[in-house]
């Protein structure tokens, strides 16, 4: 019996040295699976990022047209205002998880991004539709910067509010909940977004269109046009 005891014991010593982290690792994987995310938590990141893809939708429905017909820029300026966003978007994008990765105050790493990008968003929208009275050069700078810092700062929270998954739990049931969870809020806000614009937009610039079509001119009346300008103002103020 104590020879018993003492191959026990030794093969207990063997193991420890061998085996020091399987009880952490043990425990770590308990943590793991018992790691849940709750509905409250999950609806929330979904409702912030359903009202960030609202935005972006509406831009990309009516931000051409807008361009064209409501701020009455040439198609030639209106292409590289969109292309050139484009492209800093894209740029920005490996750029804005680096600086993520690197980002470490008391509020955490996403935190701070999120807080800093979110009322910069606003402005920025807001901005988008906007028509000042500039001349031709001065309202493509005007946008051409407005529509390249939307993007940028819109790339950044969309960087950062990506990254929050992999920061709300490790176990990869919940996160697959969690992005199941957020493509609902991106198909909502596309059809929310869609939806209350299109109709805002639909019944300030109905005249302008009547109007239009009824003396066969191309020639669009100033106040109508600014009456239909201020229709997308309305709606970005909705949003």
């Not at 701020?71 to 894209?90: E, G, K, Y």
Request: hydrophobic fraction near 45%; charged fraction near 15%; charge should be neutral.
């Amino acid at each position: 019996g104590s020879l018993c005891d003492r191959r026990t014991l030794i093969l207990h010593i063997i193991s420890s040295w061998f085996c020091s982290d399987c009880d952490a690792f043990a425990m770590a994987t308990k943590e793991t699976e018992t790691e849940v995310v709750s509905v409250r938590e999950k609806i929330m990141y979904a409702s912030a990022t359903m009202s960030a893809d609202v935005l972006i939708s509406i831009t990309a429905m009516y931000g051409n047209i807008f361009l064209l017909e409501v701020a009455q820029l040439p198609p030639m300026q209106t292409s590289w205002v969109v292309f050139s966003s484009l492209v800093c978007m894209i740029m920005t994008s490996p750029l804005a998880g680096y600086l993520i990765g690197l980002t470490d105050t008391r509020w955490g790493k996403i935190k701070p991004w999120l807080w800093a990008t979110m009322p910069l968003q606003i402005v920025f929208y807001f901005l988008r539709w906007y028509v000042p009275k500039l001349p031709n050069a001065g309202l493509f700078s005007y946008y051409f910067l407005v529509w390249i810092g939307s993007e940028i700062v819109q790339c950044c929270f969309g960087v950062a509010n990506n990254c929050q998954v992999m920061y709300m739990t490790t176990n990869t049931k919940e996160r697959d909940s969690i992005t199941a969870y957020k493509s609902g809020g991106m198909l909502i806000g596309l059809v929310v977004g869609a939806a209350y614009h299109g109709q805002i937009v639909a019944v300030y610039g109905e005249k302008l269109h009547d109007k239009c079509f009824a003396s066969h001119n191309s020639t669009v009346d100033p106040v109508q046009l600014q009456y239909q300008r201020e229709g997308y103002l309305v709606s970005a103020g909705v949003t």
